[in-house]
């Protein structure tokens, strides 16, 4: 990542862009391996995520203050994602869900909501579409 922006705040700041190009330079700016890979598993419909949303209690901390971050917590994903090959054998859906509950708790509220929404496939950001995305970034796969 090019910057030290969280990645809600990255989505902040595509939000208050006006023209396309803007916001797609808004993506290439802020892009690594994580951040492509967290986009891929919002929008890519072949990847199926599996693990039930708990109940959690957001964090309070101030951004930055938090014990993970959703940019480091991407190369972990796999545990929640069906057939993933480095999902560990005997993941149970209880555990699955204990997990996810640690990582929300551990991470910013406004990143531990884009958590959810990557796992749900909707994030729920004007614009940002999968024909966006592939404009930024003409070799991510999408599936679509």
Same mark, same amino acid.
């Given at each position: 990542?090019n910057s030290?922006?969280?990645?809600?705040?990255?989505?902040?700041?595509?939000?208050?862009?006006?023209?396309?190009?803007?916001?797609?330079?808004?993506? =290439?700016?802020?892009?690594?391996?994580?951040?492509? %890979?967290?986009? $891929?598993?919002?929008? @890519?419909?072949? *990847?199926?995520?599996?693990?039930?949303?708990?109940?959690?209690?957001?964090?309070?901390?101030?951004?930055?203050?938090?014990?993970?971050?959703?940019?480091?917590?991407?190369?972990?994903?796999?545990?929640?994602?069906?057939?993933?090959?480095?999902?560990?054998?005997?993941?149970?859906?209880?555990?699955? =869900?204990?997990?996810?509950?640690?990582?929300?708790? %551990?991470?910013? $509220?406004?990143?531990? @909501?884009?958590? *959810?929404?990557?796992?749900?496939?909707?994030?729920?950001?004007?614009?940002?579409?999968?024909?966006?995305?592939?404009?930024?970034?003409?070799?991510?796969?999408?599936?679509?």
């Open positions: 990542m030290n922006l969280m990645y809600h705040e990255v989505f902040e700041l595509f939000q208050k862009t006006e023209k396309r190009s803007e916001k797609i330079q808004v993506l =290439k700016n802020h892009a690594d391996g994580n951040f492509l %890979s967290f986009l $891929k598993m919002s929008f @890519d419909p072949r *990847i199926v995520f599996d693990v039930e949303i708990p109940e959690y209690t957001p964090s309070i901390l101030p951004a930055g203050l938090n014990d993970l971050y959703l940019h480091s917590e991407i190369q972990r994903m796999y545990r929640f994602i069906k057939d993933h090959p480095r999902r560990p054998q005997g993941l149970t859906s209880a555990k699955q =869900k204990s997990l996810l509950t640690s990582v929300l708790e %551990s991470l910013h $509220k406004d990143e531990a @909501d884009l958590m *959810i929404r990557c796992i749900n496939k909707d994030l729920k950001i004007p614009f940002l579409t999968p024909k966006l995305i592939k404009e930024a970034f003409p070799d991510l796969d999408l599936g679509v």
